[in-house]
Nanobody
Framework: QLHIVESGGGLVQPGGSLRLSCVAS????????IGWFRQAPGKEREGVSC????????DYADSVKGRFTISRDNAKNTAYLHMDSLRPEDTAVYYC????????????????????WGQGTQVAVSS
């Protein structure tokens, strides 16, 4: 059974850091591009970052560029989103999603291309 679980969310003060993890079970991540999306209350889902299946290419939303880093460890079947300099506007539920076969290009703005989604992890940035 295919399963994706995000973890690492929580409450952090502005300027703080968190590292989100996305662990897959029942299949291997190596043939999937990984996307991180977020949705804040009353707002549309936003593509935060993505990394190709090859791990060579990444993409970031302008709002997180320079603060967030996406990575993957295929040996651990895990993807990460390291978030620094967190701001209150980063508060949202963060979702990990997988896009099979995207080796050269990943689509942060095309959530319909992602085959599997996790249940999300809550990130709250507040003093």
């Amino acid at each position: 059974q295919l399963h994706i679980v995000e973890s690492g969310g929580g409450l952090v003060q502005p300027g703080g850091s968190l590292r989100l993890s996305c662990v897959a079970s029942g299949f291997t991540l190596e043939n999937y591009a990984i996307g991180w999306f977020r949705q804040a209350p009353g707002k549309e889902r936003e593509g935060v970052s993505c990394i190709t299946a090859s791990g060579v290419t990444t993409d970031y939303a302008d709002s997180v560029k320079g603060r967030f880093t996406i990575s993957r460890d295929n040996a651990k079947n895990t993807a990460y989103l390291h978030m620094d300099s967190l701001r209150p506007e980063d508060t949202a539920v963060y979702y990990c999603a997988l896009n099979w076969g995207a080796y050269v290009h990943c689509s942060r703005d095309a959530p319909w291309e992602y085959n599997y989604w996790g249940q999300g992890t809550q990130v709250a940035v507040s003093s």
